[in-house]
């Protein structure tokens, strides 16, 4: 992924700036429309004084008819320069689509009329918005949803969705229902619990290690294992990487590991299961969520508890979705793990690794267990083992998403998607409740503007998702089940889950083709804890506004639609400096959210609100979709030139990359090509608008590959994926040449490279259009 941090970094920055051409041209555009409008009113004079003209006319036909052949002619020139004016100002207001309002200016005078029905300027629909939007709610529905645990299938799951499908109901939308469908999701088994023991040298108990038996890893491997321990850090591939250089093996031995790193649990226990372990333990240390009881944080007696499925949706029907009518054996998910993994809380974690011993720790392993020395083991004081036992059972639950749409007044088949979790294991406040309370008010604002005259035009999906603490598998499921159509339909998704944990800082993990969306609206919206300062001001301040922009990742809601669909998503989130420490725990409520924010959820929470408002108001306005087909060429450039650096290597060896630089210089160029032929046509012509709008929905889905299956590969995105068929997996072996050249598989990087160049060639052809508009770079010689 570090290609894609890259890319964001640099095409953030690049949005920041815009042409001063195209100001003075649109400056010079309204100059011209007002001189025109000023011209006719002082023509308007003679033309009100109609009465006069009769009265004359009847003292001399011949001269009241020379007057009114002058009258019919000045109002019918009149007439045309005010179409003239009304229509180029709808267009202007179409192709700016907030250019404007990047400069500071939020008047709606200033905008012209939104076209396709609607009769309101880009900029009083801005400022309806405001005005609509509404943080007393906010509060009292994040506590109404996290007020007890509410996991799918749940008496307190189900009612909160029947009360949410209420409010839908009850609010001015053109459709609401439900979609239920059966997955199997995995529980604590209540006969049998979880244990962690110490053993001794001959097997004996001697000691029954306290756990408490609703912290467990859905989706984790059944079963027990006993063996020495190994500490892992955050568990990432360097840190098993390391731990090898140093001659210490995880193999066979239970592996412990520190929650967070940037790694989520699925993906330690997959790295450690990799590396031979038998099982896994997972602990918050102090040194990454607080747990000073003089400070609000997390107390070394709570543990954090997250599935371990590498993937999304439900893991027995990989690829394909499990809807009622599926009638499909069950095809395990190569992403379940084969070993155990349990959730630990610090407690337990220091009484184990304090009786560790072996090689010390490198000084940036050592957390903040109290009278623990960080050492690695793999053995214990004594010759004692450690035994982890795992009881789940898998269960079908029933899961209910529940949908509410207005539809588009001039494209309706085109859709922009809100959505948020509504189920969790605790209760959620961050997890679930103000994703939900955001959801629930954009629906509402948005509905009223439509009552009160706005027409969009492109269709709003509001969605409350179901079993999202298991992988989004809500989600992911209805994704599988409209795959075949969804890059024709869906033009972005917004991902509301855990979008506040804080008040300071902006993050938005994001598509680059909604990178230019995002810098726009940032302009537009006050920063929650610093009145008068936009966010984009105040990211300025804190070191850049290129910080906010982070690439997709796999625990993210937005991730599948991207990387399993092809659909450009986003999740925002604000964060403070300090880790929120009470997420996926039992202390994940209200009292504890306000006490972090200090009391200010409600203005966060319509901060966050109008910030997403701002971007879906564009996607539904602007005739053209607003976003950035170029910004896949900047990362594939950025590969290009490290591979350019191996060329001779790779030449050597008889690989050649120059197949790959083609290729991305026809994306590139078909990419421009497209911009080019938007920014110079008559866009007034529904039938081109629509033309260009469907090519620049498609761009996301070319990028996923079509030589992995969706059933063995979900996440087929070369950028944004996970296989051997990415980007990131391809940079990975490359640098295999200079570090470790004896691991170098040739066979398996010309594999990967041909895949990759042809998913980009393939996305250059599409975007190229029609086949006779292509330049056939491949030619062969004899």
């Not at 467990?216 to 059944?222: E, I, K």
């Not at 592996?255 to 330690?268: D, I, N, Q």
């Not at 901060?607 to 950035?628: A, F, K, N, T, Y």
Request: aromatic share 8%.
């Amino acid at each position: 992924m570090g290609t894609l941090t890259a890319h964001l970094t640099q095409s953030s920055s690049v949005s920041l700036q815009r042409s001063s051409d195209e100001e003075e041209e649109a400056t010079a555009q309204r100059e011209e429309l007002n001189f025109l409008a000023l011209e006719n009113e002082e023509e308007a004079g003679p033309i009100c004084d109609i009465r006069g003209w009769m009265q004359r006319r009847l003292r001399g036909n011949r001269r009241g008819c020379v007057w009114l052949s002058v009258c019919g002619g000045v109002t019918f020139t009149a007439a045309f320069l005010l179409a003239f004016a009304v229509f180029s100002g709808r267009y202007h207001c179409s192709q700016v689509g907030g250019q404007g309002e990047q400069s500071g200016q939020q008047g709606g005078g200033a905008n012209r009329p939104a076209d396709g029905g609607a009769e309101l300027y880009l900029g009083e629909l801005r400022d309806m918005m405001k005005r609509l939007l509404q943080d007393e709610d906010l509060h009292s529905t994040v506590s109404r949803v996290s007020r007890a645990a509410h996991p799918p299938g749940s008496s307190e799951g189900t009612a909160l969705a029947s009360e949410i499908l209420g409010r839908f109901r009850k609010l001015p939308m053109d459709h609401t229902w439900t979609e239920s469908l059966y997955a199997t999701l995995q529980f604590p088994d209540r006969s049998r619990r979880s244990s962690l023991q110490l053993m001794d040298s001959a097997g004996l108990i001697l000691e029954q290690i306290a756990l408490n038996p609703s912290d467990y890893c859905p989706y984790s491997a059944t079963g027990n294992y006993t063996g020495g321990m190994v500490y892992a850090n955050y568990g990432r591939p360097e840190d098993f990487n390391w731990l090898k250089s140093v001659g210490v093996s995880a193999a066979s031995s239970v592996v412990v590991m520190r929650v967070g790193g940037g790694v989520s649990f699925a993906e330690k226990v997959w790295l450690a299961e990799r590396n031979g372990a038998g099982g896994v333990l997972i602990y918050p240390d102090p040194a990454d969520l607080p747990q000073d009881p003089r400070r609000l944080g997390l107390n070394s007696h709570t543990a954090v508890s997250e599935h371990v499925h590498l993937g999304s949706g439900d893991p027995f029907t990989p690829g394909f979705p499990s809807f009622n009518h599926s009638k499909f054996p069950p095809i395990p998910s190569s992403g379940l793990p084969l070993i155990p993994a349990l959730p630990i809380t610090a407690t337990v974690a220091a009484k184990l690794l304090s009786q560790l011993s072996g090689p010390p720790c490198p000084p940036s392993w050592r957390g903040r267990l109290p009278y623990v020395r960080c050492v690695l083991g793999p053995e214990f004081s004594s010759g004692r083992r450690v035994r982890i036992s795992v009881h789940n059972t898998m269960t079908p639950v029933l899961l209910n998403n529940i949908f509410s749409s207005l539809e588009g007044r001039g494209e309706p088949d085109q859709y922009v998607i809100l959505g948020a979790q509504r189920d969790s294991l605790g209760p959620g406040a961050v997890k679930s409740g103000v994703g939900t309370a955001i959801l629930l008010e954009l629906a509402r604002t948005f509905s009223a503007m439509v009552k009160n005259g706005f027409s969009p035009r492109r269709s709003l999906l509001f969605v409350s998702w179901d079993a999202g603490d298991f992988g989004n598998v809500g989600a992911t499921e209805w994704l599988e089940g409209y795959l075949s159509m969804l890059h024709l339909k869906a033009v972005a998704y917004f991902s509301l889950d855990q979008a506040i944990m804080g008040d300071d800082n902006l993050s938005a993990h994001t598509s680059p083709l909604l990178v230019d969306l995002l810098d726009a609206a940032i302009r537009q919206v006050e920063h929650p804890k610093h009145a008068g300062q936009t966010i984009y001001s105040q990211a300025e301040r804190d070191g850049g506004s290129w910080r906010i922009m982070k690439p997709l990742y796999l625990n993210s809601g937005a991730y599948s639609f991207t990387a399993f669909a092809g659909v450009p998503a986003m999740e925002l989130r604000f964060t403070e400096e300090r880790a929120y420490p009470f997420l996926n725990t039992p202390l994940d409520s209200v009292p504890r959210l306000q006490e972090v924010l200090g009391g200010r959820l409600g203005v966060t929470g319509r901060s966050l609100s109008e910030l997403v408002g701002e971007m879906v108001l564009r996607l539904v306005h602007d005739r053209i979709l607003p976003l950035r087909i170029t910004s896949y060429a900047q990362t594939v450039l950025q590969f290009s030139a490290h591979l350019n650096k191996h060329s001779a290597e790779l030449q050597s060896r008889g690989v050649s990359p120059q197949w790959l630089f083609s290729a991305r210089g026809d994306y590139s160029r078909a990419a421009e090509t497209l911009q080019r032929a938007i920014d110079y046509s008559d866009l007034h012509d529904p039938t081109t608008a629509r033309l260009y709008n469907t090519r620049i929905m498609k761009v996301e889905y070319y990028f996923l590959s079509q030589y992995v299956s969706a059933m063995e590969t979900p996440f087929r995105h070369v950028i944004h994926g996970r296989g051997n068929h990415t980007l990131s997996a391809l940079t990975e072996h490359l640098t295999l040449l200079t570090s470790d050249p004896g691991r170098f598989d040739e066979g398996r990087f010309r594999r990967q490279l041909a895949l990759f160049t042809w998913t980009l060639q393939g996305a250059a052809n599409a975007l190229n259009g029609d086949v006779w508009s292509m330049h056939h770079t491949h030619t062969y010689t004899h």
